[in-house]
């Protein structure tokens, strides 16, 4: 299984923006597809975005895509999120997954076999 590492996380004021890195490590990263999920406290964790192994083919949830994009770099091994105009409700731990499914671009937490240790975002109003 993949290690991932994510970073970019932050304290943040409404409307501002982040990007969130997820570092993989192995030799399956440009072979799967890829997704962010977010929990927050009392909640459970929640799909993002999702991105396939060739980055052609991208899905996000409803609520955020006309603010959040997800890309990679398979030769850096590194998936991104970018996030923008940010609100309060996105605050929340962030998490990159891995791996663990055929689906072009899986969106439930049992889809993905690997996961990062989380990436906290706060964003204050």
């Known amino acids: 299984q993949a290690q991932l590492v994510e970073s970019g996380g932050g304290l943040v004021q409404a409307g501002g923006s982040l990007r969130l890195s997820c570092a993989a490590s192995?030799?399956?990263?440009?072979?799967?597809?890829m997704g962010w999920f977010r929990q927050a406290p009392g909640k459970e964790r929640e799909f993002v975005a999702a991105?396939?192994?060739?980055?052609?083919?991208?899905s996000y949830r409803d609520s955020l895509k006309d603010r959040f994009t997800i890309s990679r770099d398979n030769a850096g091994n590194t998936v991104y999120l970018q996030m923008n105009n940010l609100k309060p409700e996105d605050t929340a731990v962030y998490y990159c997954a891995s791996g663990g499914s055929k689906l072009v671009v899986p969106k439930q937490v049992l889809d993905f076999a690997s996961w990062g240790q989380g990436t906290q975002v706060t964003v204050s109003s």
């Open positions: 192995g030799r399956t990263f440009s072979s799967s597809a």
């Open positions: 991105i396939s192994w060739s980055g052609r083919v991208t």
